[in-house]
């Protein structure tokens, strides 16, 4: 879950991009070190569960700010800023624009179940002017989504116990953290459970809604409903105990 931040260099260049391009398709890649057949003996291709997982997400695999996903066995902390012990199982990379899966300690149960979360969690990184620069966004625009999610974290509880772990001495950089990372989370569970988080944090997920439906105009959220009952069935029909 681990983020970067991008350099200024690449905000300038960013900036003066045509903001009408075509959005090349988001590559897949090294995912085979991840397949692996299910007790059953059916053989499960990560790429395809990825392509699967995408469809409920905006845009598919068409990603302005992730050019790839891959995976690599190279273990990762979650970094000292953080004052979490623990592996990071995926982790956002501006400079690239990548998506990075890490090998973890998790079984092939728990990472599967853990997957699409990670993924939207770490796509939410990919759309927060937080983090990177956001094309088709004012410089006015950006300030408003921050200053209404502030507003939002001031009035409502954080429900995630993730964002709340955080701890770091520096409290300024504590903050810094908990806010792109509690955005992440709002994203996420908004796309992967909406019914909790339309419960325990209200106000995020009306958040996330309104920004969707205004950054992705074409999305359409009961179709993505509709894919993520179709993953989650496909989910619940593999046959992993280990």
């Known amino acids: 879950m681990k983020r970067e931040k991008e350099s200024t260099i690449d905000k300038i260049v960013s900036e003066k991009t045509e903001s009408k391009e075509i959005i090349p398709e988001t590559k897949i890649e090294k995912f085979e070190k991840m397949d692996f057949r299910d007790d059953d003996g059916k053989e499960i291709k990560m790429t395809e569960i990825i392509k699967m997982a995408s469809e409920i997400i905006p845009e598919n695999l068409r990603w302005q700010n992730v050019k790839k996903i891959e ?55 990919s759309i927060d002017p937080h983090v990177v620069q956001q094309r088709n966004m004012s410089l006015q625009k950006k300030s408003d989504v921050a200053l209404e999610f502030a507003r939002i974290r001031n009035k409502e509880k954080c429900p995630f116990s993730y964002v709340k772990k955080i701890n770091n001495e520096n409290k300024q950089i504590e903050e810094d953290i908990k806010k792109e990372e509690d955005f992440a989370e709002s994203m996420a569970y908004t796309l992967e459970n909406p019914l909790f988080i339309k419960l325990v944090a209200p106000k995020r997920y009306e958040f996330c809604v309104n920004s969707i439906k205004q950054r992705f105009p074409d999305f ?23």
């Open 71 to 125: 995976y690599t066995e190279e273990k990762k902390g979650l970094g000292n800023e953080y004052g979490i012990k623990g592996l990071s199982a995926g982790g956002y990379h501006p400079y690239e624009k990548i998506i990075r899966f890490t090998k973890t300690n998790h079984t092939k149960e728990e990472m599967i179940d853990r997957f699409f979360h990670i993924l939207a969690h770490e796509w939410a990184h």
């Open 220 to 242: 359409d959220f009961e179709k993505s409903d509709q894919k993520r009952g179709e993953y989650l069935n496909f989910l619940y029909n593999l046959n992993i105990k280990a």
